[in-house]
């Protein structure tokens, strides 16, 4: 089929035809004549959101390093597109070469959020794939799916061949040779390669486990059958220094949502959030050192030509070189008039030699996320922060020359109360009371802007086992917070509670909750992170529909002792430290960073030196 010929007349009827058309700069175009492996690398959303993310560029970089591999890229037709595709039996295609997916070997989508599933299944139906696993032909593309929501694939169990479990890097590559070796010697069949794909480590073949439930719903075995190992246990980069990095990022020709050039500087956390699956499920840290960064930072402006450049991570001011860090990437940056993005900055590390060298590169607000508004809740979500760090925070922000500053909190935590949401507010009015008691401050006028984020239990935090707030008691406290804002100077946004709640669903699912997920796609559900898209309603009667309740998976508390989706998944983090972690967070006790005293998390065991020591 010549997708050309059927896509050029169709651009001009579209929002940003730019998404749909490939040939940017540093795109990666090959011959096809002596391939022996093409995927397609597919994120389950738009070109400006699927192209700012960072795994996609790092895969892209190390498939294609291969002379004989080749990696294209695919994206979420936004609605506009996808009729016209429909109308025009224009089949969903790669970026790079634009063939037909059916023509790729293997599908690889990126799990970032759940509300995202439907459009995977949407995916795969617009490429003339079936979504449902079992439904394939033998020719059909392997289907694999990567990235932090894999930490519990159940919920897509019936239309994935395989999960990455972890880190992609090395992992990619080692079920690409698998694939490439069988076709040489003749020995491949899809129920075979995912049987020999299954020894490899850390992926996951979710057809080779059976599934049995207690009468009450809750899950009484988990069987492995054909050899498939009973525990998968995430892969990770041993040595970030070392690690394959892009020298080049793809310039779209339109503008994204992260418009830069990006350097990641670490991975993993040592702060033990206990609502934060991604401070547990990247443990344990990895730092790169400073130099490497510079020369990689470097490299992707000039062969780019971003003037803007971010560093990238869960905590960045917790890099262990941080300043040595800061000195050698502003005298570069300075010199060619480069931004340098600092985010992710920390309250109880903010000091004024920081702050000194964030106001050359930071000229907007700044942005901070105290999580609570009181001592109690910080301790019970283990956020290791008290209020005079935060005041001390804001005092040395706004002597040095700032007047803006942004606040994340998150509401409905275990245990908290209506007063504790209202204590959000008052924290906020005290920071503008700050403002103006300061003699040595800006002449505009101060602005607190405060966003709160409906709190999603999630799979591998201490809060696994909690039951989310429901949607009256949700709207109850925004309304308790809104009560409690006494200014102009403070501005409040939060979550949608619709798309919280259904996140909430999702995120500890189990595998019958596939049947949802199909029935709400064939109803029409796509992009239900965007609210001109999400219909709760439908969702819910899929729900129904399926045999299930939403209050079983996002508002039921589940006991210590019951078995997990995701019990067969090991991430690092063992489940008897998430266990003691709850149970310190019901009695408000803290638990110290990971470079103050080691917490005995277990992720020091996917390491490979000898020392087990996961902090430098």
Known sequence: MNVKEKLEPLLLKVQKPARYIG??????????????????????????IGMSHLGHKILYDIVNSDPHCWAERVYAPWIDFEALMRENDLPLYGLESLDPLTEFDALGFSLQYE?????????????????????????????????????????????????????????????????????????????????????????????????????????????????????????????MTAAQYPKTFIVPYMETVHDRAVLEVMRGCIRGCRFCQAGFIYRPLRAKDPDVLCAQGKMLCDSTGYDELSLSSLSTSDHPQVEELLNKMIDYTDERKIGLSLPSLRVDNFSEEL????????????TFAPEAGNQRMRDVINKNVDEDEIMNTCRIAF????????????????????????????????????YFSLEKRPKRMVSVSISVAVFVPKCDTPFQWVGQDDFATIKRKQAALLDSIRSRKISVAWHDVHTSVLEGVIARGDRRLGKAIYLAWKDGCRFDSWSECFNYDKWMHAIKEAGLTPEFYASRTRDLDEILPWD????????????????????????????????????????????????E
């Not at 540093?26 to 011959?31: E, L, T, Y």
Request: aromatic share 8%.
């Open 568 to 615: 067969h998944i090991d991430v690092g983090v063992t489940k008897s430290f998430l266990k003691r972690e709850w149970e310190k967070a019901q009695r408000a006790e803290v638990t110290k960073n990971c470079r103050q005293q080691c917490a005995g998390c277990g992720a020091s065991r996917l390491l490979d030196r000898k020392d087990g020591v996961c902090v």
């Open 115 to 239: 509300l995202s599933y439907t459009n995977i299944l949407n995916m795969l139906d617009l490429a003339g794939i079936d979504p449902r696993a079992d439904h394939r032909k033998e020719e059909d593309p392997i289907i694999m799916c990567g990235g932090p929501c894999a930490s519990n694939p159940e919920p897509l169990a019936d239309f994935v061949d395989l999960f990455q479990i972890g880190e992609g890097e090395e992992m990619m590559m080692d079920t690409i040779n698998l694939y490439r070796q069988m076709k040489k010697d003749g020995s491949y069949t899809k129920k075979e390669y995912l049987r020999r794909a299954a020894q490899i480590p850390g992926i996951y073949v979710p057809s080779l486990y059976d599934v049995t439930y207690n009468v009450d719903g809750t899950i009484k075995a988990f069987t492995p059958k054909d050899g498939a190992p009973a525990k998968i246990t995430k892969r990770i980069v041993q040595d």
């Open 355 to 366: 702050m000194e060298k964030v106001s050359r590169i930071h000229k907007s607000g700044l």
């Open 23 to 48: 040939g940017e700069l540093h795109s990666v175009v090959k011959d096809k004549e002596g391939l022996e492996f093409r995927l397609a690398l597919c994120f389950p959303d738009t070109y400006e």
């Open 399 to 434: 002597e040095g020359g700032y007047t803006s500053v942004k606040l994340y909190f998150m509401s409905s935590l275990p245990t908290e109360t209506d007063e504790d949401v209202r204590d959000i507010g008052r924290l906020a009015q005290r920071i503008v009371d700050l």
